[in-house]
């Protein structure tokens, strides 16, 4: 069982840097892949980035890559994703998410568990 709790969400104005912390519980917690989400208001869910249990491999999606990084801290349980260069379309709920296959990161329904989110708001 893994439990996650993010943090970090802000309202911040375009061209700003946020970094969220997802922070789990959990012994195995180094064992699964960490990915994060964004959802914004009337769209679906959609992938932003991942990381796996090692941390040598991360993935990012196109509209995030060069502008945020993922990385893990598996001694404290935490994986952060900085966020820079924000714009006006990553105002979203940001979500962590726990998968112990590794298989299709950038799917949402293969990750078993989930954490409650944290709101980010770009501003003009």
Known sequence: ???????????VQAGGSLRLSCAASGRTFS????????????????????????????????SVKGRFTISRDNAKNTVYLQMNSLKLEDTAVYYCAADKSGLRVTVPHVYEYWG????????S
């Open 1 to 11: 069982q893994v439990q996650l709790v993010e943090s970090g969400g802000a309202l």
């Open 31 to 62: 064992r699964y892949t960490i990915g994060w989400f964004r959802q914004a208001p009337g769209k679906e869910r959609e992938f932003v980035a991942a990381i796996r249990w090692s941390g040598g491999s991360t993935y990012y999606a196109d």
């Open 116 to 123: 409650q989110g944290t709101q980010v708001t770009v501003s």
